[in-house]
């Protein structure tokens, strides 16, 4: 930085010693782009944050956008009750119990089912 800083002043020496330009004129200039440099500095650090924002919010867009396979309002389709009889789970709070399941309800994970008839 201090280098550029002093190639821009020596630029600007020569500029108001062959008079093409005040010397107000080059100082507006030099610290005009040293507040856009800073500026460009700050807002780049946060460039990657902004693309994985980005990238999620068009995630979640694509995401809301797509028809579901299976329409949940429609009575049709298969009603059946699943039995498991005589599970073994890993954990023995469940040992030989029947589980029966309507449909598709969801069953809270006790354990994981190591064998069933």
């Not at 630029?11 to 093409?20: A, C, I, M, T």
């Not at 919010?57 to 809301?64: D, I, N, P, V, Y």
């Amino acid at each position: 930085m201090p280098t550029s800083a002093a190639a821009s002043y020596y630029f600007g020496l020569l500029l108001v010693q062959n008079s093409w330009s005040q010397p107000y004129n080059v100082f507006q200039v030099i610290e005009a782009l040293n507040v856009a440099s800073f500026i460009m500095l700050t807002a780049a650090s946060y460039l990657p944050e902004y693309l994985r924002a980005r990238i999620s919010a068009s995630l979640m867009f694509h995401m809301k956008d797509q028809e579901p396979l299976i329409d949940n309002l429609s009575e049709a389709g298969i009603h059946q009750v699943k039995i498991f009889c005589y599970s073994y789970f890993s954990l023995p709070i469940l040992e030989n119990d029947e589980l029966a399941v309507p449909e598709i309800g969801l069953l809270s994970k006790f354990s994981d089912l190591t064998a069933s008839n």
